[in-house]
């Protein structure tokens, strides 16, 4: 008589883990990425941001403005490529 009550309980019990983007104040540096210029080698550190052309310390590069331009040599964001650490 129990089968009448098999309803509903599909979902797994176990706690699925939950992707936190955590946008903490605080620049988590292990997370911060390097991003260098090509064409002149500039490294851009989200970390450090570029405060001096509006891009705020702990920006990612994502959110740095499509029409932001290398400070040293005025490359645009897509002459950069990120730094990889392996
Ligand atoms: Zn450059």
Redesign the pocket.
């Known amino acids: 008589m129990l089968r009448r009550y098999r309803s509903g309980r599909a979902f797994s019990e176990r706690a699925v883990p939950t992707i936190v983007f955590h946008c903490s104040d605080a620049t988590d540096v292990s997370e911060a990425a390097q991003w260098m ?1 090509l ?4 490294i851009y550190d989200e970390a450090l941001g570029d405060p001096e052309h509006g891009v705020a310390p702990g920006t990612r590069w994502e959110d740095v403005p499509m029409n932001w331009t ?1 400070p ?4 645009r964001k897509e ?1 950069f490529e990120k730094i990889q650490f392996d």
């Open positions: 210029c064409i002149c080698g500039w290398c040293e040599c005025g490359a002459s």
